[in-house]
């Protein structure tokens, strides 16, 4: 019923710049959040920012002032700004809505595939 898409991520060097794009496809009447989360090799997922319906966002502590999450309402589609990359960014990043609301009622968390970002140094 929903599928999300994500698309952006590649090979950058030290202190390059990233965007990453993530499109939830279907009937959807709205989206309360929407954000990005990211898994490196050996160590657990984390949450790196997300964005409600109102705009109120959320970061990490260590991408706060780099990155930089927005959302665009009529097209489901989240973005994450990425800046003054670094090696310890390179992760698997993953797409997440949550509280998805369409015909069928109210979906809970739906993830993407993954996109890998990988900061060379």
């Known amino acids: 019923q929903v599928q999300l898409v994500e698309s952006g991520g590649g090979l950058v060097q030290d202190g390059g710049s990233l965007r990453l794009s993530c499109k939830a496809s279907?009937?959807?009447?709205?989206?309360?959040?929407m954000g990005w989360y990211r898994q490196a090799p050996g160590k657990q997922r984390d949450l790196v920012a997300t964005i409600t319906s109102d705009s109120s966002t959320d970061y990490l502590d260590s991408v706060k002032g780099r990155f930089t999450i927005s959302r665009v309402n009529p097209k489901n589609t989240v973005y994450l700004q990425m800046n003054s990359l670094k090696p310890e960014d390179t992760a698997v990043y993953y797409c997440?809505?949550?509280?998805?609301?369409?015909?069928?009622?109210?979906?809970?968390?739906?993830w993407g595939q993954g996109t890998q970002v990988t900061v060379s140094s």
């Open positions: 279907g009937t959807i009447f709205s989206i309360n959040t």
């Open positions: 997440n809505v949550d509280r998805v609301r369409g015909p069928w009622g109210i979906m809970g968390s739906l």
